[in-house]
């Protein structure tokens, strides 16, 4: 399977409704909001820049952010670039990253049966395992396609589950499907920034998702200024920037 032919994922009408319906069902409402406004800055896949130039970004203002890893991409190169190597992941763990799944073989979730689903989680849980890295409490649906056979293998597994539908987390917003919003193409820093603001009037959670963090990024990155300046934009606003396995903790806490 090449990447290029994943990412065209089911875009038909079809399967826009079916994520559309599954957000009535296998709901866990999360019982209270933040508090406070609350960003977070997570990357998939994850490509080797969004290691290099994510964490140069976060960590300069002291912060962490979230890759959610697909163990099979690990080292090849695809059309967001090389994918990071477990050596780049298993550092970014050791400064305080969050490693999180993304299942292994970047397995569409919203087209596979729940056998299947479930020894696909089970496989890149077990490689992450044999990476050195802690067990994941933090969960992105590739492509964010989901389905009901999805939720039901997976809801229970961990403490958020995250989709790629706009949106914030707030009281009432469903842990199993959460929404974010993507700093991706030449229109992704002037939506996050927005998103960010509504996030500070809420007082709710944004889940900000990019892939490679380069100068001349895929249509699914963005580059290192945007990057940047979109930290900048949370942290003027005094939102707190969190990894996405801190933010639910917030929740519960
Ligand atoms: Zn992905």
Same mark, same amino acid.
Request: aromatic fraction near 6%.
């Given at each position: 399977?090449?990447?290029?032919?994943?990412?065209?994922?089911?875009?038909?009408?079809?399967?826009?409704?079916?994520?559309?319906?599954?957000?009535?069902?296998?709901?866990?409402?999360?019982?209270?909001?933040?508090?406070?406004?609350?960003?977070s800055?997570?990357?998939?896949?994850?490509?080797?820049?969004?290691?290099?130039?994510?964490?140069?970004?976060?960590?300069?203002?002291?912060?962490?952010?979230?890759?959610?890893?697909?163990?099979?991409?690990?080292?090849r190169?695809?059309?967001?670039?090389?994918?990071?190597?477990?050596?780049?992941?298993?550092?970014?763990?050791?400064?305080?990253?969050?490693?999180?799944?993304?299942?292994?073989s970047?397995?569409?979730?919203?087209?596979?049966?729940?056998?299947?689903?479930?020894?696909?989680v089970e496989?890149?849980?077990?490689?992450?395992s044999?990476?050195?890295?802690?067990?994941?409490?933090?969960f992105?649906?590739?492509?964010?396609?989901?389905?009901?056979?999805?939720?039901?293998?997976?809801?229970?597994?961990?403490?958020?589950?995250?989709?790629?539908?706009?949106?914030?987390?707030?009281?009432?917003?469903?842990?199993?499907?959460?929404?974010?919003?993507?700093?991706?193409?030449?229109?992704?820093?002037?939506?996050?920034?927005?998103?960010?603001?509504?996030?500070?009037?809420?007082?709710a959670?944004?889940?900000?998702y990019?892939?490679?963090?380069?100068?001349?990024?895929?249509?699914?990155?963005? #580059?290192?200024?945007?990057?940047?300046?979109?930290?900048?934009?949370?942290l #003027?606003?005094?939102?707190?920037?969190?990894?996405?396995?801190?933010?639910?903790?917030?929740?519960?806490?």
């Amino acid at each position: 399977m090449s990447e290029i032919a994943a990412y065209s994922a089911d875009r038909s009408l079809k399967g826009k409704l079916r994520r559309r319906l599954v957000r009535l069902a296998e709901r866990r409402p999360a019982r209270r909001g933040p508090g406070r406004a609350m960003v977070s800055f997570s990357f998939d896949d994850a490509p080797a820049t969004a290691v290099t130039e994510g964490r140069a970004a976060l960590e300069s203002h002291g912060l962490r952010g979230t890759y959610f890893v697909a163990a099979e991409l690990s080292g090849r190169t695809g059309p967001m670039g090389l994918n990071a190597v477990r050596e780049d992941l298993m550092q970014a763990a050791a400064a305080g990253h969050e490693i999180a799944c993304h299942t292994y073989s970047h397995l569409d979730c919203g087209q596979a049966d729940r056998a299947t689903i479930e020894a696909d989680v089970e496989r890149n849980t077990a490689a992450l395992s044999a990476w050195g890295a802690a067990p994941a409490t933090t969960f992105a649906y590739p492509y964010g396609d989901v389905s009901l056979a999805a939720k039901q293998a997976l809801g229970g597994r961990y403490a958020l589950l995250r989709g790629l539908h706009h949106g914030l987390i707030e009281a009432g917003t469903d842990l199993n499907q959460a929404p974010a919003v993507g700093i991706e193409g030449p229109e992704g820093e002037v939506l996050v920034r927005d998103w960010i603001d509504r996030a500070v009037q809420r007082r709710a959670w944004l889940i900000v998702y990019t892939h490679d963090v380069v100068a001349a990024p895929s249509p699914f990155g963005c #580059t290192p200024g945007t990057l940047s300046r979109l930290i900048d934009h949370a942290l #003027t606003r005094r939102a707190e920037i969190v990894t996405v396995a801190e933010g639910v903790l917030r929740l519960a806490g």
